[in-house]
Structure formats: structure tokens, C-alpha cells
């Protein structure tokens, strides 16, 4: 039985301070075999007397620097983002930099991480009041790095404020939702269930202040002197997500065993004890977690990315009075109960469970023309910008036309709506004198599939050549034409940069 009261969910590590340091001991070994370049010395901005001209441009640049690697981290693995972010760093090394920079040289920039709207928002942001009211230095408080900040949600926010400022905020993103779901045994959907979501919030504030009055001993109340251990215990937390609390966790290797409910309970069943409950009265019993037999066995997904970084809300407070009480010490373990390899695969097995993953869903699948229209005269070739909301929002394209029935086309339907496409889309188009272009189909020249976290998609790429002699259609700003060169400029989504090289 697992039946168990909320209780059982106050995380072990609160009152443990030696796996706390355990854990930011293991961080310190951990970090200088994955170096990241955004990972640099803390500079304590309490410096007395008040920051000097060259610190306070220290710390503004550390704040624009640990933006951009967050919101690059969203969606994206770290080894794909440390060139991206290098090379972002070398052509605008300053958020003022960036507040000059050009949209369509932004998006360029960004191209292959996906989701454009990030870039987006970086950019408007740093054309906003925060680089010109501040002078480039972003605010150091979660609160107020929302209000500044477009785009900038909680997760952001408390990772600003936290690894530059040194304040106890919470960084909870998908790697610190599983890892805590693991150590504070909550079986629950931490991406769907509101309820679950906020007290992995709550226990993640509880523990940064708990970590960050560690090295403060004599603290009382909520004021806390800035230092480097909330902006280290986060980074920690998402470190042993990222490397060891996988998926499918490397139990063996993790420093915070010793608090690990869900640890606990897989040894208990590789000693064939099961697993024991902590209450008789039902009306005790956590509603949070889920039976076993709702857990979707052999589903590998990591929630890391997924954009739960900043969509992970809370209804902050509404636990404080439960992560305000002392936890329940878990009891050491004993000798005997050190796992062989068999028990290590119990408990493998056991944490794997933890958070609840629910069934996923079928990817929608879609197919789409992509029409290369080229002019006689010049090699021209039209391209359309696509709607400033929704996918790919305001990202140039090939022209394209979506089929309205997936996996039921041919060669030859998709010729005949190829042409019906491009024909309606010149004929719209206003000529610069009396004739009408004629239109030649070159062929189907390949299809290139991509997939998008929603959406597999199939691009059938076809040629067509424009005879403009008698004159060349004319569009509105969301289309024009434009040179080979111009086009390999120009901020394309991946996978319509394929299209366009098998165009080449």
C-alpha cells in the first residue's frame, strides 16, 4: 500500500542540511566536466560601498548573459545552445547591442533553435525600457523582472535573480520538477496537475531559502544577505535532472539518495518489505498521487524541455503553512540495506514511475506544398513572410499551401493543386503593365519531412518558372521577390531552408 497523508510529500532534504551540501558539493565536481560559457564567477552586487562603475557593468553584462543562456535553454539541449549562445554573445555582447540590432538579423541568428518567438521577445525586450531606463543593468528581483521584461516568467525571472543577484528565488524547471517529484514521492502529473505544480513550487522556495540560510546561521526572518548559493543550489537541481535524475535515473551515482522518497521505496520493495503507509484515517490520505496502475510504463519522455521552463505557474502561499512545519527525518540506511545490482534495478525501476507521465498524444500529421516560383528574367524567386502569430510567426518562406487531406496525396494531385496554387497566387498579383505572365510547372523536385513537437509535417517542394516578359506581378509587403543571395540571408524556419537548398 502507499497510502500516505500530504505530509509525506514535505521534501526530506529540508531538514537535512548535510545533503544539501552533499548536493552543492556533487555540483561543484559536476560542473567542471560540462562547462558552459554563461557559467562564471558570482560578483556579489552588495558590495560596500556601492557598486563601482566597472562592477555594476559586471553585473549588468553576467544579467544579460544568464538571460539569453535561459531563454535559449528553453526547448533546446545544452550542447546545441553553447554555439548558439557564443556566437550570439560575440556579435551582441551587450543588451544595448542587441537593442540596436535588426529583427530579420535576430531571427537569422536564432535559426535552428526554433520557436522564434523567444528571439522575439529578447529583442523587443532589450528595445524596451529595461535597456533604455536602466542603462542596461535588469532589475534584481523576480517581481520586477516580470513587470520589466517581456516574455520573462517565473522560471527566468528567479534563475536572473538568483545565479546574478544572489537572492532565494526558486528555479523549478522540467529536470527540477522530476527530480523533486522523486524526492518528495509525488506520484502526479507535474505538467497538468495545478495542484501538483504548485507544491513543487512551494517546496522549491522552501529549499532555496533553506540553502541560502545555510551559510547565514544567525539569520532571522525572511531578509537574507545575497550570496552565491540559491543562484548554485538551482543550477544544482537542474544539473542532477540533466545528468543523473534522467528519465531513467542513474540511482547509483546521485548524491541526495539519503533523502529520496522514491529511492526509499524501491529499496523497500527489493527487500521485499512493500511499501508502508503513514496514515489509517482515509480522510487523511493525499489526493495528489495517482495509483500505479495509471503510470504510463515505458514511456521515456523528458519533460526538460517542452516549454515548461516558464508555463509552470503556482498559486503561491497556498502551502506555505505545510513547508513552514518541520519534515519528517527519513530514517538512515542501514548497512544492510546498501543495494546489490538486483535491488539497484528494483529501484530503478520503482523511480521511474516518478512524476506520473501520462499517455502521449498522436502527433498530428500534415502535408504541405511548397511552391519555388522563379522570374525568367532575373532568377528571382517570390517568398512570402508568414503571419506575425502562430508558427513560424513572421519567418520568410517559400510560397506554401497546406493539403487539406494528409497522407492522401500523389505525384499527380499534388502537380494539378501545385499549379491551381501558384496561378491564383500570380494572377493576385498586380502586373506593372498589360499582359499576363505565363507559368511553366518544372516539376515535383522532392519532398523533405520535418517534425515539430505538435506536428509531422511532409513539404513537397515544386519549381516554377515565371515568363515575366510581359511584365512581372507586383505584391504587398508580406511578399516580394528576391535574389538567391538575399535568400540565403533570410530568417527561414529549419526545414523550409531544406526546401529551399534542394530548390538550389
Not at 77 to 103: F, S
Not at 113 to 121: D, E, F, K, N
Request: aromatic share 6%; net charge positive.
Amino acid at each position: 500500500s502507499r497510502a500516505h497523508s500530504l505530509a509525506y510529500h514535505s521534501p526530506p532534504l529540508l531538514s537535512s542540511p548535510e545533503a544539501r551540501t552533499a548536493l552543492l558539493e556533487w555540483f561543484t565536481k559536476a560542473s567542471t566536466l560540462r562547462p558552459m560559457p554563461w557559467r562564471k564567477p558570482w560578483l556579489d552586487p552588495a558590495t560596500r560601498p556601492p557598486p563601482v562603475p566597472a562592477l555594476r557593468a559586471a553585473l549588468a553584462q553576467r544579467a544579460y548573459e544568464v538571460w539569453v543562456s535561459e531563454v535559449m535553454l528553453q526547448q533546446t539541449r545544452v550542447p546545441v545552445v553553447v554555439g548558439y549562445w557564443t556566437r550570439w554573445m560575440a556579435r551582441w555582447p551587450t543588451l544595448r547591442d542587441l537593442a540596436r540590432a535588426r529583427e530579420e538579423d535576430v531571427l537569422a541568428a536564432w535559426q535552428g533553435l526554433g520557436y522564434y518567438a523567444r528571439a522575439r521577445r529578447l529583442w523587443r525586450a532589450a528595445r524596451g525600457k529595461s535597456g533604455l531606463l536602466l542603462d542596461g543593468m535588469l532589475p534584481g528581483s523576480e517581481g520586477e523582472l516580470m513587470r520589466t521584461l517581456p516574455g520573462v516568467g517565473r522560471y527566468t525571472a528567479g534563475a536572473i535573480a538568483a545565479i546574478v543577484f544572489g537572492v532565494p528565488a526558486a528555479m523549478v524547471d522540467g529536470n527540477v520538477l522530476r527530480v523533486l517529484s522523486r524526492q518528495m514521492g509525488l506520484l502526479a502529473d507535474v505538467k497538468g496537475d495545478k495542484r501538483a505544480v504548485d507544491l513543487l513550487w512551494e517546496a522549491a522556495e522552501a529549499l532555496v531559502r533553506a540553502v541560502a540560510r545555510d551559510g547565514q546561521p544567525a539569520a532571522e526572518g525572511d531578509e537574507l544577505p545575497p550570496s552565491d548559493r540559491p543562484g548554485r543550489w538551482g543550477q544544482a537541481l537542474m544539473e542532477l535532472g540533466s545528468t543523473i535524475c534522467t528519465p531513467t535515473p542513474k540511482c547509483s551515482l546521485c548524491p541526495i539518495t539519503r533523502t529520496c522518497r522514491a529511492y526509499a521505496e524501491g529499496l523497500s520493495l527489493a527487500a521485499k518489505r512493500g511499501i508502508a503507509g503513514d496514515t489509517d484515517d482515509i480522510e487523511d490520505i493525499c489526493s495528489l498521487c495517482a495509483p500505479f496502475d495509471e503510470t504510463a510504463e515505458g514511456d521515456e519522455e523528458d519533460i526538460s524541455g517542452k516549454g515548461s521552463r516558464d508555463v509552470l505557474k503556482s498559486s503561491n502561499g497556498t502551502l506555505s503553512r505545510f513547508f513552514a512545519a518541520t519534515p519528517t527525518e527519513p530514517s538512515p540506511p542501514k548497512a544492510s540495506d546498501t543495494p546489490d545490482a538486483q535491488a539497484m534495478e528494483t529501484i530503478i525501476h520503482h523511480a521511474k514511475k516518478f512524476p506520473l507521465r501520462k499517455p502521449k498524444k498522436k502527433v498530428r500529421e500534415e502535408e504541405t506544398l511548397v511552391c519555388a516560383v522563379r522570374r525568367s528574367s532575373n532568377g528571382q524567386f517570390l517568398i512570402c513572410r508568414r503571419p506575425e502569430k502562430g508558427l513560424l510567426a513572421g519567418l520568410w518562406e517559400l510560397p506554401s499551401h497546406t493539403l487539406p487531406d494528409p497522407n492522401d496525396s500523389t505525384a499527380k494531385s499534388r502537380t494539378k493543386k501545385a499549379k491551381a496554387y501558384v496561378s491564383e497566387l500570380v494572377e493576385h498579383g498586380k502586373p506593372r503593365r498589360p499582359g499576363s505572365p505565363s507559368l511553366k510547372h518544372i516539376g515535383e523536385l522532392g519532398s523533405v519531412p520535418w517534425l515539430f513537437s505538435h506536428l509531422k509535417l511532409a513539404m513537397h517542394v515544386h519549381l516554377f518558372e515565371l515568363d515575366d516578359s510581359m511584365g512581372a506581378a507586383e505584391f504587398e509587403d508580406s511578399q516580394r521577390w528576391a535574389t538567391v543571395e538575399e535568400i540565403d540571408r533570410e530568417s527561414m524556419g529549419t526545414g523550409m531552408k531544406k526546401c529551399w537548398s534542394l530548390v538550389k
